[in-house]
């Protein structure tokens, strides 16, 4: 597990919002992991790369692999699709999101959308989508519960 924070976006949130970021990441993949049907279970930890980066970087990336020439607020990109994607089932991928973007959407705080927007990829990556009302309602339902666990302490449960 990777949390990359760009250069030009350094400086943006101070390092004991990045470390609690960091943390509350990692318990979501962890949480996530647990609840994986074997062989990417409890037995072995998922791996995901989080990368905060501003919006030129991500509009890059979302005119080269989405075909949208404009700035979005997360990109998630999976190891689990195309060809050879069963090989490795903990390597779930990559998720970026753009810190300006998260910062102009942000109505309760940047830490808090950033989180929002972690979650959101992660269950992108997780395989869920959003493309029908009955989808969105259990991605969304993924989420919800995916932050109510990086939120507490003690042992991660399954999320």
């Known amino acids: 597990m990777a949390f990359l924070v760009d250069r030009p976006v350094r400086g943006r949130l101070g390092a004991a919002t990045l470390r609690r970021l960091d943390r509350r ?4 993949v962890r949480a996530a992991g647990l ?8 037995d072995l930890e998922l791996e995901v790369t989080t990368r905060l980066t501003d919006d030129a970087t991500i509009r890059e990336l979302n005119r080269a692999y989405r075909g949208r020439d404009r700035p979005t607020d997360v990109l998630a990109f999976s190891q689990r ?6 090989l490795h089932p903990h390597l779930l991928g990559d998720i970026v999101i753009s ?3 998260a910062a102009r959407q942000a109505r309760r705080g940047l830490e808090r959308e950033v989180l929002f927007l972690a979650a959101h990829g992660l269950c992108h990556l997780l395989g869920h989508d959003h493309k029908t009302d009955a989808e969105e309602a259990e991605m969304n339902r993924r989420m919800g519960a995916l932050l109510r666990e990086s939120a507490r302490a003690g042992p991660v449960r399954p999320a």
């Open 99 to 101: 810190l300006e973007t």
């Open 25 to 28: 990441v990692r318990r979501m």
């Open 35 to 42: 609840a994986e049907p074997a062989p990417a279970g409890p």
């Open 81 to 86: 699709e195309g060809e050879g994607g069963d």
